[in-house]
């Protein structure tokens, strides 16, 4: 995918701050800290266009980028982070469910997960939740350049077995690592619409 122009629209608190357009959008989703800011920056070629951290809970916002005119990525909170005050805690489920359930620009869910880590009891329930709507969803295990290939191996065939599904996707956007794959894979569900 060429990238020609890619820019921040948005960030959306409530259902109302939503782009009114009918463009497809691709959500990232995933635990705090997982990398789902870098993925974006990574796809995009654009160093902090979304907002990374080493703080977990960066964003808590539904944040919305522009993509080639054509398309937008939607950067979701990250949920599972302990200390984010609790009246934010709660509006993850709410903000990210609500749009889960409702957005029918919505193409392509991507699940990214940790290449380290076992999947957490919410990464099972996002899994879950995503099954049962009908929209298209894969599985990108992130920071594959902190283990060796072994270790990716073995994590990536484990997190395969855990979440019942054999396309988990390995990806690094310290490297670019599975970047080429991942925007096949977009550019399909986008043109399928
Ligand atoms: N080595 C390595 N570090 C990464 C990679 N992806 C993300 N990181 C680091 O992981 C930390 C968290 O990355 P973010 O992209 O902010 O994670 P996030 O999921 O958006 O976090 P929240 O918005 O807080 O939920 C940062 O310090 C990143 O530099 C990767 O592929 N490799
Ligand atoms: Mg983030």
């Known amino acids: 995918m060429k990238i020609t122009k890619a820019e921040f629209i948005k960030s959306a608190f409530k259902e109302d701050d939503w782009p009114k357009d009918s463009q497809p959008e691709v959500a990232f989703l995933g635990r705090s800290n997982v990398g789902k800011s870098s993925l974006i920056n990574s796809l995009l070629s654009v160093r902090g266009l979304a907002r990374t951290s080493s703080t977990p809970g960066r964003t808590q916002s539904l944040n919305f980028f522009s993509v080639n005119d054509k398309f937008k990525f939607v950067d979701l909170p990250g949920f599972g982070y302990a200390r984010v005050p609790k009246n934010i805690k709660s509006s993850w489920g709410e903000m990210a469910t609500t749009y889960l359930a ?48 072994n270790e990716l191996r073995r994590n990536l065939q484990h997190i395969a077995r855990v979440l019942d599904d054999d396309s988990v996707m390995a990806y690094s956007a310290k490297s670019g690592r599975g970047r080429d794959e991942l925007w096949r894979a977009i550019k399909s569900a986008i043109e399928l619409r």
Not at 112 to 120: A, L, M, N, W
Request: no cysteine.
């Open 102 to 149: 409702k957005r029918r620009q919505l193409v392509l869910s991507i699940h990214i997960v940790d290449s380290r880590h076992e999947p957490t009891k919410q990464d099972l329930q996002l899994h879950e939740w995503l099954d049962q709507s009908d929209k298209p969803r894969l599985i990108v295990a992130t920071k594959s350049d902190k283990l060796s290939h």
